[in-house]
């Protein structure tokens, strides 16, 4: 069974952005325990210096619906809530990408899907 993880980053290399401020998103693709990138989603960040953007928020949930996992740095318990009520889980990790998408394939993957 393959599905999607979506990455919080801004360098491509570690989990690196706050889900409301993440400007983009690297989707990679997991089939058999193994991760390919698919493609980068810019996103407008929902959050800024005042608080969050409700429509900006939900632009961001909508842009990762296709995904199963979202690794991010940090998330607010709304949004995580949202997405795990579209059957998204949130993780939070600081980590390298190798190394959290290592933690998704032995922790998570067979658990929860």
Known sequence: MSYKVAIATSDGKSVNQHFGKA?????YEAE???F?????????PACGDNGHQEDAMNHSINLL?????VL??????GPDQVLFDKGILSYETSDSIE??????SSNIEGKYF
């Open 36 to 44: 390919d990138l698919l493609e980068i989603r810019e996103n407008n």
């Open 99 to 104: 190394n959290a998408l290592q933690y998704v």
């Open 32 to 34: 058999d325990k193994k």
């Open 23 to 27: 400007t983009q998103f690297a989707i």
């Open 65 to 69: 619906l296709d995904c199963k996992i």
């Open 72 to 77: 991010i740095s940090m998330i607010g318990v």
